[in-house]
């Protein structure tokens, strides 16, 4: 059975459930790197660590080089919650900083700014 860190490898594309249905987020996983993209003015590379023992699963990434305008993030932690099915990968966030706890649960009524990813996986191009 692969890791969840090994799940995670590769290229996903997808939609924020409930955003604009128009913008489409591509993440792409290479070892311990994460990279975030939504459009040239708002992307982030990060390195990803996934704490052991967390239920659901926790992704922590810390944001090493952004978008111009978001410099104020770097060295900033996003902590989200994440689950693999097949080809998709959701992801929750509340998107604060280590502080603000993760969420519970996948489920929007949650709220408390809640924002939820449900990404396809990209196929490999040989």
């Known amino acids: 059975m692969p890791t969840a860190l090994q ?8 939609i924020v459930v409930n955003g604009p249905p128009k913008e489409r987020y591509t993440i792409r996983v290479a070892g311990d790197s994460f990279h975030f993209f939504r459009d ?3 992307w982030f590379e990060t390195t990803l660590t996934l704490p052991p023992g967390t239920e659901p699963p926790q992704l922590h990434a810390r944001i090493r080089k952004t978008a ?14 994440f689950k693999v099915e097949g080809e998709t990968l959701v992801l929750a966030t509340r998107g604060g900083g280590p502080d603000d706890p993760p969420p519970l649960g996948f489920d929007l009524s949650e709220g408390r700014g809640l924002t939820r990813y449900e990404l396809q996986r990209v196929p490999a191009t040989r």
């Open 68 to 81: 111009a305008g978001q410099e104020s993030s770097i060295d900033q932690s996003v902590v989200a919650i």
């Open 7 to 14: 799940q995670l490898q590769g290229t996903w594309s997808g």
């Open 40 to 42: 040239t003015n708002f």
